[in-house]
């Protein structure tokens, strides 16, 4: 089984920084894209940034300039350093990661989500 457990999340104020964490654990052979992304109250989750294994990364036009993914292959962790936070950054954010349990069989995999309040 694979589990993906996010942490980092709280209340902050505008123009506050958090960093969340994603760590993927369980019976993993290799980690392709991981990426984070967000649902606000009565919205649709939305892509907020992406990551592939080599280090390319996307970001929504919304968050570029203020949040930075980064990764740990290692670790199998993802990051996601977020900057200048504004109250529409409020959200539960989720990780999400591509992952190969064997060499042949590649699932999509989402953790719980952690909740990102900016507020003042």
């Known amino acids: 089984q694979v589990q993906l457990v996010e942490s980092g999340g709280g209340l902050v104020q505008p123009g506050g920084s958090l960093r969340l964490s994603c760590a993927a654990s369980?019976?993993?052979?290799?980690?392709?894209?991981m990426g984070w992304y967000r649902q606000a109250p009565g919205k649709q989750r939305e892509l907020v940034a992406i990551?592939?294994?080599?280090?390319?990364?996307n970001y929504a036009d919304s968050v570029k300039g203020r949040f930075t993914i980064s990764r740990e292959n290692a670790k199998n962790t993802v990051y996601l350093q977020m900057n200048s936070l504004k109250p529409e950054d409020t959200g539960v954010y989720y990780c999400k990661a591509d992952i190969a349990r064997t060499m042949s069989t590649t699932m999509r995999y989402w953790g719980k989500g952690t909740q990102v309040t900016v507020s003042s």
């Open positions: 990551i592939t294994r080599g280090g390319s990364t």
């Open positions: 369980g019976s993993i052979f290799s980690i392709y894209a």
